[in-house]
């Protein structure tokens, strides 16, 4: 409002003081110690239209200030600032507030003496009550503190004359002074429909050493059995399970991701840990993509659910394998590296190879080559493709070298105990005997 009343009157601030907003704004900066902006304001006015203005600038100048008098002990500076008001009253009883004609002069000098009618009268000005009592306040007693609030609000005007306009927000304010932390969270929850307050009030009431309940409540959850749960974690439980109430998509990780963090700050047996993975195992894999599954298997990974990890890799390679998707399924296989089905796998593949002779499912393994070793039949499968590119498909050039290569290495295959399954063994010793009648040609 400051800023606007300045840019409406740049070409001509002399007249600054006609402005309809003047005298709010410097109203509000005196009620909500904005002094230096209030000065600046008074500056514009002429003083040889109210002399009072240079009384009213000299109280404000020097009103005792906290911050600047730290120097002084809490009974100094009460006794420096009752000697300050004192003038305060004296300007307003003895000055002659002449050329005041809209009385703003005289209502800064009221709002400095801390006159209970004059906050009142400014009502619509403060807009609520609790501004305005503190505001009040802060003239009456600036070394208050919440004790008085609350006797101010008990035995002071202000709540009378806001009364028929208090609300559910209202009378949480009102429980805060009055430090009933049980009533505050649990209108909190009323009020706002969710935890999101009440988990973090309670947190950091929990982190500071102040949380005193008279009662701990347990609120219900499909998610975990009842316990008797720290009040602050049931909360941070219940906020969570909150943000996961949304469907899983990708689209909605992150919040996922906040509702994790929020868990593993419920330390007691492990508990955020349990939810997450509960959550997890929830989540139905035979109806997402390939993408969300692997921020599935991953978030697992990293928070150390591995036995979970692990089922989430074999489900979606058996899902993969079913709908013929052997590259998903292979990569899945190498990502939990189980054996068994590992070898199952790269049977399949030999025999779909085998009747198609499509070289691409030959080169599912050559991105894989590291990850694979810890199965016999994978091995096979990536040395057989070595040896197919060798003798099958190398240039004249280099023809017969390759040749050579890809004999030795299949005699070597042969040699290995195990590696190549028996049901492709007379495949293989047909393509090296045909290899070898090759190379006696040439």
Same mark, same amino acid.
């Given at each position: 409002?400051?800023?606007?009343?300045?840019?409406?009157?740049?070409?001509?601030?002399?007249?600054?003081?006609? !402005?309809?907003?003047?005298?709010?704004?410097?109203?509000?900066?005196v009620a909500?110690?904005? @002094?230096?902006?209030?000065?600046?304001l008074?500056?514009?006015?002429?003083i040889?239209?109210?002399p009072?203005?240079?009384a @009213?600038?000299e109280l404000?100048?020097t009103?005792?200030?906290?911050?600047?008098h730290?120097?002084?002990?809490?009974?100094?500076?009460?006794? #420096?600032?009752?000697?300050?008001q004192?003038?305060c009253?004296?300007?307003?009883?003895?000055?002659?507030? =002449?050329?005041?004609?809209?009385?703003g002069?005289?209502?800064?000098?009221?709002?400095?003496c801390?006159?209970?009618?004059?906050?009142?009268s400014?009502?619509?000005?403060f807009?609520?009550?609790?501004?305005?009592?503190?505001?009040?306040?802060?003239?009456?007693?600036?070394? &208050?503190?919440i004790?008085?609030?609350?006797?101010?609000?008990?035995?002071g005007?202000?709540m009378?004359?806001?009364?028929?306009e208090?609300?559910?927000?209202?009378?949480? @304010?009102? #429980?805060?002074?009055?430090? !009933?932390?049980?009533? %505050? $969270?649990?209108?909190?929850? #009323?009020?706002?429909?969710?935890?999101?307050?009440?988990?973090?009030?309670?947190?950091?009431?929990?982190l500071?050493?102040?949380l005193?309940?008279?009662?701990?409540?347990?609120?219900?959850?499909?998610?975990?059995?009842?316990?008797?749960?720290p009040?602050?974690?049931?909360?941070?439980?219940?906020y969570?399970?909150?943000?996961?109430?949304?469907?899983?998509?990708?689209?909605?990780?992150?919040l996922n991701?906040?509702?994790?963090?929020?868990?593993?700050?419920?330390?007691?047996?492990?508990t955020g840990?349990?939810? %997450?993975e509960?959550y997890? =195992?929830?989540?139905?894999?035979?109806e %997402?993509?390939?993408?969300?599954?692997?921020?599935?298997?991953?978030?697992a990974?990293?928070?150390?659910l591995h036995?979970?990890?692990?089922s989430?890799?074999?489900?979606?390679?058996m899902?993969?394998? #079913?709908?013929?998707q052997?590259?998903d399924?292979?990569?899945?296989?190498?990502?939990?590296?189980?054996?068994?089905?590992?070898?199952?796998?790269?049977?399949?593949?030999m025999?779909?190879?085998?009747?198609?002779? !499509?070289l691409?499912?030959?080169?599912?393994?050559?991105?894989?080559?590291?990850e694979i070793?810890?199965? !016999?039949?994978?091995i096979?499968?990536?040395?057989?493709?070595?040896?197919?590119r060798?003798?099958?498909?190398?240039?004249k050039?280099?023809?017969?070298e390759?040749?050579?290569q890809?004999?030795d290495l299949?005699?070597?295959?042969?040699q $290995?105990?195990?590696?190549?399954?028996?049901? &492709?063994?007379?495949l293989?010793?047909?393509?090296l005997?045909?290899?070898?009648?090759q190379?006696?040609?040439i």
């Amino acid at each position: 409002m400051v800023q606007a009343i300045f840019s409406s009157n740049s070409e001509n601030t002399e007249k600054l003081h006609l !402005d309809d907003k003047y005298w709010i704004c410097i109203l509000l900066a005196v009620a909500q110690g904005r @002094i230096d902006t209030a000065r600046h304001l008074l500056s514009f006015f002429p003083i040889d239209k109210a002399p009072v203005v240079r009384a @009213i600038n000299e109280l404000l100048h020097t009103m005792p200030n906290l911050s600047t008098h730290s120097h002084l002990s809490l009974f100094e500076f009460k006794a #420096k600032w009752e000697y300050w008001q004192k003038k305060c009253v004296q300007v307003l009883t003895s000055e002659n507030f =002449e050329g005041d004609d809209n009385g703003g002069m005289q209502t800064i000098c009221k709002l400095l003496c801390a006159d209970e009618s004059t906050f009142l009268s400014l009502k619509l000005m403060f807009n609520n009550w609790y501004y305005m009592l503190i505001s009040y306040m802060s003239y009456a007693n600036p070394t &208050f503190n919440i004790s008085d609030l609350h006797m101010s609000i008990e035995s002071g005007p202000f709540m009378k004359e806001f009364e028929n306009e208090l609300d559910e927000f209202d009378a949480i @304010i009102l #429980k805060i002074f009055e430090f !009933d932390v049980d009533v %505050i $969270v649990n209108e909190c929850v #009323k009020l706002f429909s969710n935890n999101f307050f009440s988990a973090h009030f309670l947190n950091i009431l929990h982190l500071t050493g102040k949380l005193q309940l008279k009662s701990e409540i347990d609120f219900g959850s499909a998610f975990r059995e009842e316990s008797r749960l720290p009040i602050h974690e049931q909360h941070l439980i219940e906020y969570s399970l909150q943000l996961l109430s949304a469907a899983w998509s990708p689209s909605l990780l992150s919040l996922n991701q906040t509702a994790f963090d929020y868990l593993l700050k419920c330390q007691m047996d492990e508990t955020g840990i349990d939810l %997450i993975e509960t959550y997890l =195992e929830r989540i139905p894999l035979t109806e %997402i993509s390939q993408s969300e599954a692997n921020k599935i298997f991953y978030i697992a990974f990293q928070y150390g659910l591995h036995d979970l990890a692990f089922s989430i890799g074999r489900v979606m390679q058996m899902r993969a394998l #079913k709908g013929r998707q052997y590259g998903d399924a292979l990569t899945w296989n190498a990502k939990i590296k189980d054996c068994s089905f590992g070898n199952i796998l790269a049977d399949k593949i030999m025999e779909e190879f085998f009747q198609s002779n !499509d070289l691409k499912l030959l080169d599912l393994t050559e991105s894989l080559v590291k990850e694979i070793i810890y199965s !016999d039949r994978l091995i096979f499968l990536n040395k057989y493709r070595e040896f197919y590119r060798l003798a099958y498909l190398s240039s004249k050039s280099e023809r017969t070298e390759n040749l050579k290569q890809a004999i030795d290495l299949l005699v070597h295959l042969l040699q $290995v105990p195990n590696l190549i399954p028996f049901k &492709f063994k007379k495949l293989v010793f047909f393509q090296l005997h045909d290899l070898l009648d090759q190379a006696k040609c040439i």
